[in-house]
């Protein structure tokens, strides 16, 4: 499970796991994309540039409520019915947030879920959390929690798609 805090979209976040997204698909034959009440609808075109068949994807969009959505997150995991799935949850309890990662954990089925950055003042089961802002052309990650690893901060440059590290 990875938790994704940020207040706004189209700032490159998708960036971040589209090469996940890829790597997941490929693994499974018609490997599915399960997308959970995505701001934007997914464009098709850019999909199809990066690897992702258009056909591979369920898109469910700003038709749940928080509560519906998490519930459909974790059933679709549970499932093992895709190969990840993708939600956008305006707010979630600790007890749901468990229950997501429990149902991650027993089907392997990997779930990335963006939330909003009020959420980082909040303990969560997710083992990969991070932060996103943006700023000029840079797209700054905050790594908040980690398995093994101490807190650190990442600029990507989205014109020239560079990284850059630096230890917090």
């Not at 003042?121 to 083992?127: E, W």
């Not at 905050?142 to 398995?147: C, S, V, Y």
């Amino acid at each position: 499970m990875i938790e994704v805090l940020t207040d706004v979209y189209g700032i490159g976040e998708m960036q971040l796991i589209v090469p996940l997204l890829v790597r997941l698909t490929r693994q499974t034959s018609g490997g599915l994309v399960c997308w959970i009440n995505p701001p934007f609808q997914p464009n098709a075109v850019a999909l199809v540039q990066h690897g992702l068949m258009q056909s591979q994807h369920w898109v469910t969009r700003d038709v749940l409520s928080a509560p519906d959505a998490l519930w459909c997150l974790e059933q679709t995991v549970r499932s093992r019915g895709c190969s990840v799935a993708v939600a956008w949850i305006a707010a979630a309890t600790m007890t749901q947030l468990r229950r997501v990662k429990l149902a991650v954990a027993q089907s392997q089925t990997p779930a990335v879920v963006y939330r909003p950055t009020t959420a980082s003042a909040q303990s969560s089961p997710a083992p990969l959390r991070m932060r996103l802002t943006a700023k000029d052309d840079q797209l700054h990650v905050t790594l908040l929690k980690a398995p093994g690893r101490v807190g650190c901060e990442l600029s990507l440059s989205m014109e020239a798609r560079q990284l850059a590290s630096n230890a917090s």
